[in-house]
């Protein structure tokens, strides 16, 4: 019984792990980096580059065919494209944030309960063969 031990504790171990992993971007991604300030503030950035776009484009369409460029600051449109542009980073390295450490808890814990598992099959065949 005392050589079953060992590999049952491998076993339970990888398993903890991989439903560790499950857990592990709950706890270090998503909603404890992104806070509801950040999410308004991506709104507010959103809203601002779609508000600059649609008077660019209105601009373009009343433009008379003769005129050069509409009136449309390219600088507030390039600012507004950079403030949106640094708040989706933000947002997307939120969503991902935790995924590579859950990545590798889970194939360490699938290892191990596998390893433990396998030294198990074989101890307990091998004790049954005695």
Avoid at 16 to 21: E, R, T
Avoid at 74 to 99: C, I
Wanted: proline letters at 3%; glycine letters at 6%.
């Amino acid at each position: 019984m005392k050589q079953t031990r060992l590999p049952l504790g491998v076993f339970a171990s990888g398993i903890v792990l991989i439903v560790l992993s499950v857990m592990w971007p709950r706890w270090t991604g998503g909603r404890a980096v992104w806070t509801d300030a950040d999410a308004r503030a991506h709104a507010a950035a959103a809203a601002d580059l779609h508000g600059q776009f649609a008077n660019h484009n209105r601009e373009l369409a009343e433009a008379p065919a003769t005129a050069e460029d509409p009136a449309t600051d390219v600088d507030t449109l390039a600012a507004a494209r950079e403030r949106f542009d640094a708040s989706q980073a933000r947002l997307d390295a939120a969503r991902t944030r935790g995924l590579t450490t859950a990545a590798l808890i889970r194939w360490l814990g699938i290892v191990m309960a596998l390893a433990g598992a396998l030294a198990f099959l074989i101890r307990h065949h091998a004790a049954s063969n005695e």
